[in-house]
């Protein structure tokens, strides 16, 4: 099997994801904002700096403005199955989830 990762890259890790087995970078998590909030309350900016602010390490690495989702990068101490839970669980996000890593055969 070809991964897309280097051999021993710490970064990706194995867990578990709504009932499946996944890798996943432990340094990211992927963020969807809820549209309607973003709409109602408050800026695209302002989600940002709140979900940064209470992320361990927190900071933005890419948005899509397009689709409201973004990606931000993560302390190492963080459990990213963990954290995406949480974070699913606030209104003002439909979902979080860990940053998926494929592999090729």
């Not at 996943?24 to 992927?30: A, F, M, P």
């Not at 309350?41 to 397009?66: C, F, M, V, W």
């Not at 963080?78 to 974070?87: F, Q, S």
């Not at 940053?99 to 055969?105: F, G, W």
Request: proline share 5%.
């Amino acid at each position: 099997m070809v991964s897309d990762t280097p051999q021993g890259d710490r970064t990706i890790q194995k867990g578990t994801w709504k009932g499946r087995p996944i890798r996943y970078r432990s340094n990211r998590i992927i963020v969807k904002f809820n549209p309607a909030v973003q709409n109602a309350h408050t800026s695209l900016d302002q989600l940002i700096e709140t979900i940064a602010a209470i992320i361990p390490g927190g900071q933005l690495i890419r948005l899509s403005q397009k689709s409201g989702r973004a990606i931000f990068g993560v302390a190492s101490t963080v459990d990213i199955i963990e954290l995406a839970n949480v974070l699913s669980a606030r209104d003002d996000v439909d979902y979080a989830e860990p940053d998926l890593v494929d592999s090729t055969a």
